[in-house]
């Protein structure tokens, strides 16, 4: 599984590689997304030779709360175990730096996926920014 796949901390990404992922993954780019890593703690990039196949972001407080960010597999590379080990080498950055590491996820991925990476399912308090009131 992903036996091909190397990964790396932090690695310079251009934003033609990170849209390419995105637009695969999510059906969208997420424009300026560079200036996002100046307010992260790190982030977990996968690789197939060149080709950015995997990506996970992690936002920090400064303090004891990491925020695990945008996990994003190459949907033709899925269900390899990508997707696992761009969390478990974001956990393994975050260990000693701060208490807790979050993930926003809706109950599909948090019952599947992220408790299968140690996560535990908790309840949230959420606004929606985008609308008014």
């Known amino acids: 599984m992903g036996a091909n796949v190397r990964y790396e901390l932090r690695p ?11 637009a695969a993954a999510w059906g969208s780019t997420k424009p300026g997304y560079g200036a996002v890593f100046g ?3 790190t982030w977990v990039a996968a ?4 080709e950015l196949v995997g990506f996970v972001n992690v ?3 400064g303090d004891a709360h990491f925020f ?3 996990t994003t597999v190459h949907p033709d590379r899925q269900r390899r175990g990508i997707g696992r080990r761009l969390v478990d080498e974001a956990i393994a950055a ?11 996820a809706d109950a599909e991925l948090m019952t599947g996926f992220y408790e299968r990476c140690g ?6 308090g959420l606004i929606d920014l985008t609308r008014s009131g």
């Not at 975050?94 to 926003?104: P, S, T, Y």
């Not at 996560?119 to 949230?124: I, R």
Request: proline share 5%.
């Open 59 to 61: 936002a920090w407080d």
């Open 47 to 50: 690789w197939e030779g060149d």
């Open 119 to 124: 996560f535990q399912p908790t309840p949230a």
């Open 68 to 70: 695990l960010l945008d």
């Open 39 to 41: 307010h992260s703690f």
């Open 94 to 104: 975050c260990r000693g730096h701060g208490e807790w590491l979050h993930v926003d």
């Open 12 to 22: 310079g990404l251009d934003s033609r590689q990170l849209d390419a992922l995105f």
